[in-house]
């Protein structure tokens, strides 16, 4: 591969970029327009097993990029341009570094569909829907410093299937009859106890089709979950660097072992609830499940998100909105007075209704 990946203009000769609004190559100087060529390659799964054992093989170029190493968080990101901020923590503690290569080259691509000014548009829209944000959240978190990132993710895939046992329990009433000590009287009330039924088993079979695991430790795996994950197994491309013109590029840092880890921490979990779910009755004891996993594959794939980084309290924040869809997430401060003054709100409220009701009754 080249050292530096540069598309020309067909009309003027100038460098073009990825237009995420046309999802085509356009040149900024004279606006002519091209199709990025669709090569037809297959997105090709790697097994697991060979892939763990060849996780630290030849290693493959991001052209066209400075890479700089943020001395806060660690994030390695492949930039357009020289900047002295970094898009995950909102330091401007970043320092250039001689890093041409990733761990493993891509698969696939998921192309920016959103562009810069509606991503932008969907930031104002959340951050007005923040009751509870500081009122100068927008004067700290500025907008000018949103960043449009192609965040790197290991996917895996997994057929998967659970042997689960429980001992189900049934919400029963009864009325009991008990002396009140305060009245010196007898009286009768409702108790609710559990029914214990005899143990039951049964059998759960599913498929994770590209289950995503952030390939970059500075930007956890919760923040894809927070904008509703990417639709890799319907909308994904063979990886073409073509995507990449015009937008930073974050490298990954997580290993795949590492990656894998938490990919098998995941598929546990969110077996563990579907069997959970098949449990008659309304509560359980004694729950017990053996998992089986075959056909594990992976890739590492590019998915396109804008970040917002900024401090607040010299505590860092970040706002992640899909490229694709716009849907909006991440963290955000939170002003504890307005949560007081809600509170006294309505308990003088409440506070008002009683009095209002004690006079009614007199």
């Not at 356009?26 to 390659?41: F, H, M, Q, V």
């Not at 696939?108 to 100068?136: C, E, H, I, M, N």
């Amino acid at each position: 591969m080249a050292d530096i990946y540069t598309v020309r203009c067909r009309s003027c000769g100038a460098s073009v970029t990825y237009d995420a609004g046309r999802e085509r190559l356009k040149c900024s100087y004279c606006g002519a327009e091209a199709a990025i060529a669709d090569l037809g390659a297959p997105i090709t799964e790697v097994d697991l097993e060979a892939a763990l054992q060849q996780a630290e093989a030849r290693r493959e170029v991001i052209e066209g990029h400075q890479v700089r190493t943020c001395r806060s968080c660690g994030a390695a990101i492949a930039y357009q341009e020289a900047r002295a901020k970094c898009d995950f923590c909102g330091a401007e503690a970043v320092e250039v570094a001689r890093l041409e290569q990733q761990p493993v080259r891509p698969q696939g691509v998921l192309p920016f569909r959103v562009t810069p000014d509606s991503a932008k548009a969907a930031f104002q829209r959340w951050l007005k829907s923040l009751w509870f944000a500081p009122s100068d959240l927008a004067q700290r978190s500025r907008i000018d410093d949103l960043r449009g990132v192609y965040l790197p993710c290991w996917t895996f895939d997994a057929q998967v299937y659970a042997e689960w046992r429980a001992v189900p329990g049934y919400h029963r009433t009864r009325t009991e009859r008990y002396y009140d000590a305060s009245t010196q009287s007898w009286k009768t009330r409702t108790t609710t106890y559990v029914e214990w039924g005899p143990p039951v088993t049964g059998q759960h079979r599913d498929f994770f089709d590209d289950l995503l695991v952030s390939a970059l430790r500075s930007l956890p795996t919760r923040y894809l979950d927070d904008v509703g994950g990417f639709a890799t197994p319907t909308d994904l491309r063979p990886y073409e660097p073509a995507y990449f013109l015009g937008w930073d590029v974050a490298l990954p840092d997580k290993p795949l072992r590492e990656a894998w880890t938490e990919g098998y921490r995941r598929i546990t979990e969110l077996t563990e609830a579907a069997c959970k779910r098949a449990i008659p009755g309304d509560t359980y004891k004694d729950f017990h499940m053996r998992l089986h996993l075959s056909g594990l594959t992976t890739k590492l794939v590019y998915v396109p998100v804008y970040i917002l980084a900024y401090r607040y309290g010299q505590k860092p924040y970040r706002v992640v909105i899909h490229g694709r869809s716009g849907v909006v997430g991440g963290d955000r401060p939170i002003s504890w007075l307005k949560v007081v003054l809600l509170v006294l709100l309505i308990g003088a409220g409440i506070g008002a209704l009683v009095y209002w009701l004690n006079l009614k009754s007199l």
